[in-house]
């Protein structure tokens, strides 16, 4: 009975055990506001709105710009992500929060990849069983925000690297595209939420 269960416990069934666990917590009350404590900052609140604003304008009224806030200016890779999403599933803080919700889960799974990757099976359900249970992960995950989907293509890029590491002594050139993989995916991270670029002059030209 041991032995069974130690096997268990490190085969894919235990993954997706915690993968689907991991879902549940985070469609529970979909609509839900978050908790009042999660963030300093009230943005939490309403700044989900923003970042489909473009999105939402272009499917409801056939227009991108209603307004001087245009969120493809600040992430043009996920407003056209959202939009092509939401022309199928429709419009609404359901919809945004399940697209965050996609990308949680695709960082879950890529985080246990990545850690089996280099570590073995057994640190890599470690680590998805950390990262799924955390409290700010599972609930920025249910925000239709930029920092679930920023960090979910970073972990890609993670999981690439580290594909790429691993073969690098190996023959062929297969680690070049792992790692090229990894420069694409990091650097397409940034492209999710870059608006400090032009925040940051700002002070400074005032």
């Not at 999660?38 to 609140?45: D, I, P």
């Not at 920025?140 to 580290?162: K, N």
Request: aromatic share 16%; charged share 15%; hydrophobic share 50%.
């Amino acid at each position: 009975m041991r032995v069974s269960f130690s096997a268990f416990c490190l085969s894919w069934k235990a993954a997706l055990l915690i993968l689907l666990l991991a879902l549940a917590a985070r469609t529970v009350h979909l609509t839900a506001d978050p908790p009042k404590d999660l963030c300093w900052s009230l943005g939490v609140f309403f700044d989900e709105g923003v970042y489909n604003h473009n999105a939402r304008n272009q499917l409801l009224f056939g227009e991108w710009r209603l307004d001087e806030w245009n969120d493809f200016y600040y992430s043009a890779v996920s407003t056209w992500v959202k939009y092509e999403v939401m022309r199928v599933i429709g419009v609404g803080r359901a919809q945004i929060r399940l697209i965050s919700i996609a990308y949680s889960m695709l960082s879950l799974l890529f985080l246990y990849l990545a850690a089996k990757e280099s570590y073995g099976r057994r640190a890599g359900l470690i680590a998805l069983l950390l990262f799924s249970a955390n409290y700010l992960s599972t609930m920025y995950a249910r925000l239709g925000m930029q920092d679930t989907q920023t960090l979910t293509i970073f972990i890609v890029g993670f999981y690439c690297w580290q594909r790429g590491l691993n073969r690098l002594t190996g023959e062929g050139k297969q680690w070049g595209v792992w790692m090229a993989l990894a420069g694409i995916f990091i650097f397409l991270s940034y492209t999710y939420k870059n608006l400090f670029l032009y925040l940051l002059p700002t002070p400074f030209a005032a």
